[in-house]
């Protein structure tokens, strides 16, 4: 179903109006498809998750969750050696992205963001009605330098991006911290599975009063139908934004999913190893049938066939019920990004993709 459509009543506000709405990728009701297009986790959360909330759902549910998540900050702020102060928690890390365009982005306020990149940025600005300046990534996706020396209310940086999966150093993006005029956002999705150690700009929140560093459950913890964010910064930024955000943001089946899931980092931890195993295989695999394809350190991978369209390849592999993700923008026409899923699931996306070349 398109979740869009051409109706509108007349009193839309007219930037409203004019903007397409963010388009999530399919959530087919038919169970036959392989779904590579969301970059959802292709094994459960903990169990310790599914028997906690069995729990909260016993009881309680008649009464408000808790207005400002505490126990969860705090468990959050004890893993990550903060204070709860430093924390917000969101109904999912959709929601922290929203709250801070509304926060800090006034009427013709510009944002600053390297592009191609995730599209709800897009869309959050021109609700707002912020000014959209989207700086070009060069090729191989390194940090633009044109980024440094924009004004800007807030610049956003999704590390690693999506789609490409690439990732930015935390020098890197201390520099930017340290240049830019505004709030600097970064938006850490995918950063559970980054290779190597430190890649995470959590710890620099301590030292820079104008960094955020957001969250998600939805991708290492397998929990994106619970819908849970963390955003992490300085404590006068999280009070900004506990203004901003509703009364009970997080519900109480979600608090406590989140922080079972917190308590069982190691069920996260090896299930983000099997990804990062099957993202190698996945690679390789893409490589070996001509596709170019970007390190990626996120659970998914950008796979491209510069100049060609790939409309028709997404659109066979959909027949096929094979779903992967086709972006059609300026300059991702020639991309797949397509999710790490279980090894079976790769390995039938790429004896379709071997199928469908030597019809093609
Ligand atoms: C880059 C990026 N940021 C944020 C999100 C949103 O995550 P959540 O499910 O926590 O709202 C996504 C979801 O796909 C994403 O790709």
Redesign the pocket.
């Known amino acids: 179903m398109q979740l869009q459509s051409l109706i509108m009543s007349r009193y839309l506000r007219k930037n409203i109006a004019g903007i397409a709405g963010y388009i999530p990728g399919e959530q087919p009701q038919d169970s036959g498809f392989i779904k590579l297009n969301?970059?959802e986790n292709p094994y459960p959360p903990s169990p310790r998750v599914l028997s906690a909330l069995r729990k909260a759902a016993a009881h309680s549910l008649r009464l408000y969750p808790e207005p400002l998540s505490d126990s969860l900050r705090s468990l959050a702020a004890a893993r990550y050696g903060l204070r709860s102060e430093n924390v917000i928690a969101g109904n999912?890390?959709?929601e922290l992205?929203s709250i801070l365009v509304r926060c800090f982005v006034g009427r013709g306020e510009r944002v600053v963001y390297p592009v191609p990149t995730?599209t709800l940025y897009d869309t959050l600005i021109s609700i707002q009605e912020g000014e959209k300046v989207g700086v070009d990534y060069p090729p191989d996706f390194s940090l633009p330098g044109a980024l440094f020396s924009q004004k800007a209310a807030l610049t956003l940086l999704?590390n690693p991006n999506?789609p490409s999966g690439t990732l930015v150093s935390v020098r890197e993006i201390e520099g930017l911290a340290r240049s830019v005029s505004g709030v600097l956002v970064v938006?850490e999705?995918y950063i559970d599975f980054a290779e190597g150690e430190g890649a995470s700009s959590l710890p620099l929140v301590k030292n820079f009063p104008n960094l955020v560093v957001l969250h998600?459950?939805?991708k290492s913890f397998s929990l994106?139908g619970m819908?849970i964010?963390l955003g992490f910064a300085n404590e006068e930024i999280i009070a900004d934004m506990m203004k901003v955000k509703d009364s009970y943001n997080v519900n109480r089946l979600s608090l406590v999913a989140g922080m079972a899931a917190l308590q069982d980092l190691p069920w996260m931890m090896r299930n983000v190893s099997r990804i990062q195993r099957s993202r190698g295989k996945l690679t390789r695999g893409l490589k070996k049938i001509g596709f170019q394809v970007y390190r990626s350190h996120a659970n998914f991978v950008m796979a491209r066939k510069e100049g060609q369209n790939l409309r028709g390849l997404y659109q066979e592999l959909k027949r096929r019920k094979i779903l992967v993700r086709y972006f059609d923008l300026p300059g991702l026409r020639d991309s797949l990004r397509i999710s790490v899923g279980t090894p079976q699931e790769i390995a039938a996306l790429l004896r379709e993709l071997e199928s469908i070349q030597t019809v093609l």
């Open positions: 969301t970059n999912g890390s959709d992205l995730y999704c999506s938006d999705a998600s459950f939805s994106a819908r964010g």
